[in-house]
């Protein structure tokens, strides 16, 4: 079981919005910032979101962060097809001192 | 271009022990902390282990805590996994990623390719 609790699934038709949540705890998403990654399978993880709501460069304005108390959000607009991937939120724990990253969410486009 | 190259994978029997490679290039070495995370078959992302920018400073998830150390060579801009008493659920790709300040946190990127850790029991 994860310290950070995700949906196992979402879905949504193209062109529709999804939200995904992260809930943690105090010591971690309340006390620390959280990112968030896409994973295909056998390929490296792409960071989406930094610090709750940074995108790096090349991350378009349909990927959006937020954070509120002990959860954070992933919001992705405009779905395509490619987006079907893995999403995983990821956060520091300073009660372990140790990185965490939540169970992650399959995105289905429909 | 930053780039991480992930390296020593192979299948070893269960007891055994392993070091994974991970060779950086396109930043300043010291500068970053740098982490590990893997994922076994059929399962989520796992933060593993990570250090400090200096060297000083390490962690490690509760499940290899004992088991495996974290180490960064500054002279071949490499840093590694030393993963001794190997067991079954260690079974998972392997991969480096680069921090983006001193100390760990989970801003990573970006991230090798992954090598593959087999332990048979």
């Known amino acids: 079981q994860s310290v950070l609790t995700q949906p196992p699934s979402v879905s949504a038709a193209p062109g529709q919005k999804v939200n995904i949540s992260c809930s943690g705890s105090s010591s971690t998403i309340g006390n620390n910032y959280v990112s968030w990654y896409q994973h295909f399978p056998g390929t490296a993880p792409k960071l989406l979101i930094y610090?709750?709501?940074k995108r790096p460069s090349g991350i378009p304005d349909r990927i959006s962060g937020s954070k509120s108390g002990t959860s954070a959000t992933l919001g992705i607009t405009g779905l395509q097809s490619g987006d079907e991937a893995d999403y995983y939120c990821?956060?520091?724990?300073?009660?372990?001192?140790?990185?965490?990253f939540g169970g992650g969410t399959h995105l289905t486009v429909l | 271009e930053v780039q991480l190259l992930e390296s020593g994978g192979d299948l070893i029997q269960s007891g055994g022990s392993l070091r994974l490679s991970c060779a950086v290039s396109?930043?300043?070495?010291?500068?970053?902390?740098l982490t590990w995370v893997r994922q076994a078959p059929g399962k989520g992302l796992e933060w593993v282990s990570a250090v400090t920018d200096s060297g000083d400073d390490t962690h490690y998830a509760d499940s290899v805590r004992g088991r495996f150390t974290i180490s960064r060579d500054r002279s071949k801009n490499t840093f590694y996994l030393q993963m001794n008493g190997l067991r079954a659920e260690d079974t998972a790709v392997y991969y480096c990623?680069?921090?983006?300040?001193?100390?760990?946190?989970?801003?990573?990127?970006?991230w090798g390719q992954g090598t593959l850790v087999t332990v048979s029991s």
């Open positions: 990821g956060t520091w724990d300073s009660s372990q001192s140790s990185g965490v």
């Open positions: 610090e709750n709501t």
């Open positions: 990623a680069k921090g983006h300040i001193e100390r760990p946190t989970l801003w990573l990127d970006p």
């Open positions: 396109g930043f300043t070495f010291t500068n970053y902390a």
